[in-house]
């Protein structure tokens, strides 16, 4: 059984919820984003001026994150700004050669698997792979990119000998999640955690009685809030505009988490085997 836990990094962590924050601690957590390797040089009285905020919406904010306060807030910020690196550092230009892009782009993926791997939650992670060895059915819903992943996901547990089906037509998304009941898991992925068909699919599984569980890359996304398992990853897409690249290379390595977690299982193994051997002749 897995236990360890450890929490969503801060610069992670207010990029995630701004988008939720009341009008002044949206526009601090804005300012922290743009200038985060120098704020812990700066006095709460400095910020407060800078960011146009009052220490009080400061002292609140860096609560509303876990900390004590501005003076815990300056020195857990201190040590994760010496190794975060900028969502600058992997922007492409006009002037970037081939190699250059290539530099950026893996740069890029390896730091958004790095930081998931130190943001994970792995006790969400060990509930999702319980729900998974005793639920009677598992559907996952998922539109757009994010198809890929889900797709992805039903034939990695199939192959384990899981009856588990990806929907990615709204309509039969929401259809299906309503078949479900208590012994059932639904599975949501959704890299901005907004997307409405999933989110909808979701709360009619759970208000039938299934077990819900989301992939997304968003700590304060809409789809956590009919969710009863988070799985959160962190990715550097931002850097790359609309190509969610490195966010799909962290969903799809929680699905092999998952898929290696549950591979352990004898009986797992025994329909492994089945699946490899009955694809052996389809190999030149």
């Known amino acids: 059984m897995i236990t360890v836990n450890t929490p969503l990094y801060l610069l992670n962590r207010i990029k995630a919820i701004r988008p939720s924050l009341p009008r002044a601690q949206a ?8 200038n985060f390797s120098e704020i812990s040089d700066l006095s709460v009285t400095e910020l407060a001026s800078l960011a146009g905020v009052s220490e009080g919406t400061i002292v609140k904010f860096c609560q509303s994150l876990g900390c004590q306060g501005y003076s815990d807030f300056r020195l857990r910020a201190a040590e994760e700004a010496a190794i975060t690196v900028p969502d600058l550092f992997y922007q492409v230009t006009e002037e970037d050669s081939l190699e250059g892009i290539a530099a950026k782009v893996f740069r890029s993926n390896i730091t958004s698997l790095e930081e998931t791997l130190r943001s994970l ?12 060895k005793t639920a009677r059915r598992i559907e996952f819903y998922a539109v757009g990119s994010s198809a890929f992943v889900a797709g992805e996901a039903a034939l990695k547990l199939s192959k384990l000998g899981y009856t588990c089906i990806f929907r990615n037509d709204p309509h039969n998304q929401a259809m299906f999640a309503a078949h479900l009941g208590t012994n059932d898991l639904a599975v949501g992925v959704s890299r901005s955690g907004r997307t409405l068909d999933t989110i909808n699919s979701l709360r009619i599984a759970r208000e039938a009685g299934a077990v819900t569980a989301c992939l997304t890359n968003y700590s304060a996304a809409p789809i956590l809030a009919v969710s009863d398992i988070k799985l959160i990853t962190s990715s550097y897409d931002k850097s ?3 190509e969610p690249m490195a966010s799909m290379l962290s969903h799809f390595s929680i699905i092999q988490c998952l898929f290696l977690a549950l591979a352990m299982e004898d009986k797992a193994l025994e329909y492994l085997k089945k699946t490899q051997l009955a694809t052996e002749d389809k190999h030149c």
């Open 27 to 34: 526009k601090l957590a804005e300012f922290i984003i743009e």
């Open 121 to 132: 939650d792995f006790n969400e992670l060990s509930r999702c792979v319980e729900a998974i």
């Open 240 to 242: 790359f505009h609309a």
